[in-house]
């Protein structure tokens, strides 16, 4: 499995971005797909989660801003981020979680999202 992150850059306060994570394999339908992010000095922490049968989870700082999605046919997993603030500034990461017990989890290469004016 190969993850492909893209869709960051520079984006003013208060405005949007779509994160899209490309991944090769055929485990993609089965497994659970996240977004996660790191902050310059921080640990990398979970931003939303989309469960195989499509239950999302999101971080407290950003409900009702970022909105996961994801297209099986096109083995994607999307990020949808509106109302950007500089806190938001990190690197995003794209992650598979396969649906077998143990299994490692697999990650994208990161793609930098800059809030600024």
């Known amino acids: 499995v190969q993850l492909q992150a893209s869709g960051g850059g520079l984006v003013q306060p208060g405005g949007s971005l779509r994160l899209s994570c490309a991944a090769s394999?055929?485990?993609?339908?089965?497994?659970?797909l996240g977004w996660y992010r790191q902050a310059p000095g921080n640990e990398r922490a979970l931003v939303a989660v989309?469960?195989?049968?499509?239950?999302?989870t999101y971080a407290d700082s950003v409900k009702g801003r970022f909105t996961i999605s994801r297209d099986n046919a096109k083995k994607t997993v999307y990020l949808q981020m509106n109302s950007l603030n500089p806190e938001d500034t990190a690197v995003y990461y794209c992650?598979?979680?396969?649906?077998?017990?143990?299994?490692?989890?697999?990650w994208g290469q990161g793609t930098l999202v800059t809030v600024s004016s």
């Open positions: 992650n598979l979680r396969p649906p077998i017990t143990g299994a490692k989890d697999y």
């Open positions: 394999g055929n485990i993609f339908s089965f497994s659970a």
């Open positions: 989309i469960s195989s049968g499509g239950r999302t």
